[in-house]
């Protein structure tokens, strides 16, 4: 019965309440590393490649985090899948034009939720993002992986300083890069 609630930590009781509160932490702190990333990446001399897919990797792992905050109980691949059907839906949004979601778009909040140009390399990096997350890579890559146990953004390495904030993002974007090949 209990394994049967907690299928996305196997062998791990942990409360439904607890795994959300977890998740929605560590999506906010992927937030704070979207955000620098997007707004310090180029100044820091980061490739546009890295700013501009690595902020998709990040919204969309923040999708897949914030699914699972919703919904504890599903599986990983549940939670993976609805984050994709999320993700294309914005997308593929971005090819519907009228004048209040085109005015929407132009703000701060609706470029940062929804974006501007639809792309199909959008989609490549949520799916990059969510099967990471989902921990589904790892089933394709039989190489030794390390697991990282992170309570709270500080355990991140995050401060209240966002160019530092910034610099740890692109050190853990490196870091996943280098586990990528």
Known sequence: MEQALHDTQPGTPVAPARISLRRAGLALALIVCGLSLRWYGFPLGLPAFVVKYGGSLLWATMVFLLVGALLPRLTRIQLAT????????????RL??????????LTT????????????WNLAAYAVGIASRAGLIVLLNPTPTISLQLKTPHDLGLS??????ARTCAMLLRLIGSYAT
């Open 160 to 165: 209240s300083q966002p160019k530092d904030n």
């Open 82 to 93: 609805i984050a994709m059907v999320i993700a294309a839906v914005v997308e593929f949004s």
């Open 109 to 120: 909040a609706g470029a940062l939720l929804l974006g501007r140009i639809f792309s199909l």
């Open 96 to 105: 519907v034009h009228t004048p209040w979601l085109d005015a929407f778009r």
